[in-house]
């Protein structure tokens, strides 16, 4: 691969992953304090809704596999996602005069369209990365590269936010509030033009895979019926200990999910955000940058394994000495920065180990079949996103945090931030237990991939 496709597929990560990290972040909060909506209720609404709109990450997968387009199987439903996800993005922003009832419908209905717009270009942007190349390292490098992007990308809301508070005519000046004063709360414009902001930049850069990268990986095409595809995911036994560990670590994502809210309750601001967002994030690239190495030198299984029982101990760590030995923030700095070296397992390696899945799967049965897999990939980490979201919100209105509270209870802080930190590690743990059967490393991944290029280049001639 080029320079310019992996700057192409990794900077159209950044896009699309800023649009679905400025949601995860701020959606809830936005209802929360713009329109009084109750946290529990919006977390559970978000599950809801998640659980429903993963029914069309398959749907999206069939259609992939059945695609005759010269452009290829996956990159034309990346260019029909793009107006569909600007357009409901700037939508669930708007502030609308509805109260009970309707205002949790119209939070339900608009929030189903996005979550449908943002799958028809998940699925095809997750699973090409299955194709770019038929090389396993390369594979993995470019993997690796382009997700530390989409990691940044994620987390890009907690500097896009604050910078449009800074810049909107009569919003909240950020930081800009007299010493011992609580900084106001974010409006509606600028929730609104944040959206527009990040709507229209993450969509132009989302296009970018579209234009730039090539599928290079040979396929036959598959129409498959629902029952063909789900019995070829079924038959991936690789692929399903990933899926159910994924599941098992649901509660990784409560993080992300209420980093406002813990802003807001540990250091007094919710646009502080951006110190919460950069000091772990900061971890997680790291961590990320470390992941192929250890991959090399350990394989897949340990890693992961490491990396999950290391967030469980850091996690706890981190949690115990804030709660019982000291608040001190240069401390609880640090303590976020090595938490976030446990996340490379959870934003790098599902994606490898799937594209080893597939390509597991066509050395047994000759088929790839990337849209089935990726769309259960995709289904799965929505589904995730919102258990760790409702379980997250749940907490954080358990805690009794209240957005236009001037003083912060103690306890109220313990919890949010054993949500935000140690309920995360738990789920790490919890992940390991099906990865303990996963075989598909080291020399057997090898064998397939010279089996599989073998193949190839026979099929050439």
Same mark, same amino acid.
């Given at each position: 691969?080029?320079?310019?496709?992996?700057?192409?597929?990794?900077?159209?990560?950044?896009?699309?992953?800023?649009?679905?990290?400025?949601?995860?972040?701020?959606?809830?909060?936005?209802?929360?304090?713009?329109?009084?909506?109750?946290?529990?209720?919006?977390?559970?609404?978000?599950?809801?809704?998640?659980?429903?709109?993963?029914?069309?990450?398959?749907?999206?997968?069939?259609?992939?596999?059945?695609?005759?387009?010269?452009?290829?199987?996956?990159?034309?439903?990346?260019?029909?996602?793009?107006?569909?996800?600007?357009?409901?993005?700037?939508?669930?922003?708007?502030?609308?005069?509805?109260?009970?009832?309707?205002?949790?419908?119209?939070?339900?209905?608009?929030?189903?369209?996005?979550?449908?717009?943002?799958?028809?270009?998940?699925?095809?942007?997750?699973?090409?990365?299955?194709?770019?190349?038929?090389?396993?390292?390369?594979?993995?490098?470019?993997?690796?590269?382009?997700?530390?992007?989409?990691?940044?990308?994620?987390?890009?809301?907690?500097?896009?936010?604050?910078?449009?508070?800074?810049?909107?005519?009569?919003?909240?000046?950020?930081?800009?509030?007299?010493?011992?004063?609580?900084?106001?709360?974010?409006?509606?414009?600028?929730?609104?033009?944040?959206?527009?902001?990040?709507?229209?930049?993450?969509?132009?850069?989302?296009?970018?895979?579209?234009?730039?990268?090539?599928?290079?990986?040979?396929?036959?095409?598959?129409?498959?019926?629902?029952?063909?595809?789900?019995?070829?995911?079924?038959?991936?036994?690789?692929?399903?200990?990933?899926?159910?560990?994924?599941?098992?670590?649901?509660?990784?994502?409560? !993080?992300? +999910?209420? /980093? @406002?809210?813990? =802003?807001?309750?540990?250091?007094?601001?919710?646009? %502080? #955000?951006?110190?919460? $967002? &950069?000091?772990?994030?900061?971890?997680?690239?790291?961590?990320?940058?470390?992941?192929?190495?250890?991959?090399?030198?350990?394989?897949?299984?340990?890693?992961?394994?490491?990396?999950?029982?290391?967030?469980?101990?850091?996690?706890?760590?981190?949690?115990?000495?804030?709660?019982?030995?000291?608040?001190?923030?240069?401390?609880?700095?640090?303590?976020?920065?090595?938490?976030?070296?446990?996340?490379?397992?959870?934003?790098?390696?599902?994606?490898?180990?799937?594209?080893?899945?597939?390509?597991?799967?066509?050395?047994?049965?000759?088929?790839?079949?990337?849209?089935?897999?990726?769309?259960?990939?995709?289904?799965?980490?929505?589904?995730?996103?919102?258990?760790?979201?409702?379980?997250?919100?749940?907490?954080?209105?358990?805690?009794?945090?209240? !957005?236009? +509270?001037? /003083? @912060?209870?103690? =306890?109220?802080?313990?919890?949010?931030?054993?949500? %935000? #930190?140690?309920?995360? $590690? &738990?789920?790490?743990?919890?992940?390991?237990?099906?990865?303990?059967?996963?075989?598909?490393?080291?020399?057997?991944?090898?064998?397939?991939?010279?089996?599989?290029?073998?193949?190839?280049?026979?099929?050439?001639?």
């Amino acid at each position: 691969m080029s320079f310019k496709e992996i700057a192409a597929y990794s900077l159209g990560l950044f896009g699309f992953q800023a649009i679905v990290g400025f949601l995860n972040s701020y959606q809830a909060e936005f209802y929360h304090s713009q329109m009084a909506a109750n946290l529990a209720v919006i977390g559970i609404l978000i599950l809801v809704v998640k659980v429903i709109s993963a029914v069309f990450d398959p749907v999206v997968g069939n259609l992939i596999e059945r695609g005759k387009s010269p452009k290829g199987k996956l990159r034309p439903f990346i260019a029909y996602s793009i107006l569909p996800l600007l357009i409901t993005t700037v939508v669930i922003f708007i502030k609308v005069p509805f109260t009970g009832a309707g205002l949790y419908a119209y939070i339900f209905v608009t929030f189903l369209l996005w979550s449908m717009a943002m799958t028809l270009g998940d699925v095809p942007s997750q699973g090409i990365a299955s194709v770019l190349t038929p090389d396993p390292d390369e594979r993995t490098n470019v993997i690796s590269i382009s997700n530390t992007f989409k990691q940044i990308g994620f987390s890009a809301a907690a500097v896009l936010v604050p910078v449009v508070c800074m810049i909107v005519p009569g919003g909240s000046k950020v930081l800009g509030i007299e010493k011992g004063q609580q900084d106001a709360p974010i409006s509606s414009t600028e929730y609104l033009v944040t959206a527009a902001v990040a709507g229209v930049l993450g969509c132009a850069l989302f296009s970018l895979i579209y234009f730039f990268n090539k599928e290079r990986v040979q396929y036959s095409q598959e129409k498959m019926s629902f029952r063909d595809m789900f019995a070829a995911l079924r038959e991936n036994k690789p692929l399903m200990l990933v899926i159910v560990s994924y599941f098992l670590g649901a509660g990784r994502q409560m !993080a992300m +999910a209420i /980093q @406002v809210q813990a =802003s807001s309750a540990i250091m007094g601001s919710e646009n %502080y #955000v951006i110190v919460l $967002g &950069i000091t772990t994030g900061v971890g997680t690239m790291v961590s990320m940058a470390l992941t192929p190495v250890l991959i090399k030198k350990l394989g897949e299984k340990k890693t992961f394994i490491g990396l999950s029982v290391y967030g469980f101990l850091i996690s706890a760590a981190a949690f115990l000495v804030y709660a019982f030995v000291t608040q001190n923030m240069i401390v609880m700095f640090v303590l976020l920065f090595l938490v976030g070296l446990q996340f490379g397992a959870v934003t790098l390696m599902p994606m490898i180990m799937v594209s080893d899945c597939v390509d597991w799967y066509e050395y047994n049965t000759g088929k790839r079949a990337e849209g089935p897999a990726f769309s259960l990939l995709t289904l799965t980490i929505k589904v995730c996103l919102a258990v760790g979201a409702a379980l997250g919100l749940v907490f954080v209105q358990f805690s009794g945090y209240n !957005a236009g +509270a001037v /003083q @912060v209870a103690q =306890s109220t802080k313990n919890v949010i931030f054993f949500a %935000y #930190v140690a309920m995360p $590690g &738990i789920f790490s743990l919890l992940s390991v237990f099906p990865i303990l059967k996963y075989d598909l490393t080291g020399e057997k991944k090898t064998q397939i991939a010279s089996a599989l290029q073998q193949r190839r280049g026979d099929a050439e001639n």
